[in-house]
């Protein structure tokens, strides 16, 4: 079978990197992100690590997410809670004090329950999710007519990763958000919400950066929401420089099905697009692209961590490997795979999908 080997102390370097850089002195404001599966690696898995570092907040996508690991974090974010059609699962959220829901629309303050508590998301320019910030006096009435309680307000900075002055206006458009959010408490006799707006390369920066010292400590944000980081990546662009060491904790490893002593010139594979430049041992391995690894077709070229070349195209269901070894590891480290497609190492991981055995190391 294949699997994904988590490095456990990868994992508790990352943090101790992470809390060190964003949040020394406080390291309760260090959240992690555990949407989809956390990014591929395992819900259930990274959570127990979280939980072993102590770490208070996470964050998830759905209901289901939220209650698989509710009793492993004192405060728990749903992200998307409208996107499963699940009522009986969003009963059971309701009934969970550490379980909050993310309010992007002022018309799902009109579906949720009396005492349901929420974080609200505003739009503070990535002109995303959330609502708009001169709606904000009409949410907190809803809120209050409503009776929910109010547990969070917060954004998502959507230019952490670029060079530029884009991340600095938005944080000043949500500093006035939350200028605005504590009058509103005050008049409405609320008590202060939570604030946040930042995920790993936001947070790192604004660290990184004399320009945002808030002397308020009622206005600086609360909690930092770190996704990425915690899994191993930045993805920020270089320029940005920012100063810190972390370690991808996940690899995936594959076995051998079978194996074939083949001829130079032979062809492998659909439409036979690999074709061999001299005798080898080929053998299959049981990965493909129906467990989420992504399909490499012809004219890409990528190797195993040992060093052998995996066979294009990948099929659904395995792949083919010119090398005889039972077992392989395809990558410690996704960026390679990432460039081969163009993409984001996000979107590789994300990708894996959740029946891939893990393995904790
Ligand atoms: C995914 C996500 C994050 C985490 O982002 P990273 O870049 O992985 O740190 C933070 N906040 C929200 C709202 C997200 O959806």
New binding site residues.
Partial sequence: MPFLQINSHHFFANYQALRQKIAPNNPEKLAI?L?DNAYGHGLKEIAQLANNVKIPSA?VKNTKEALEIHSLFQHITI?YPQTLPDEALLKECLEKPNLYFAVANLDFLNLLPKGAKIELKVNSGMNRNGICPTDLPLAFEKIVQNQLELVGIFT?NGFGDDLGSEFFTQQDNFLQIKKESLKLCENFHLSKPRFHSL???GALRIKNSPKNQLDSPELSDDLY?????FYGYLCADLILEIPIRLQPIASLWVNKISSLSLKKSQRIGYSGVSKLDRDAIVSTYDIGYGDGLFRLREGMELCTKEGFKILPRVSMDCLSIQSHHQCLCLFDNVWEWAKAFNTIP?EILSHLKPHIPKQIL
């Fill in positions: 992100v949407k964050f992200l998502h995920s790993t390369s929401r770190i996704g990425i980081g996000y």
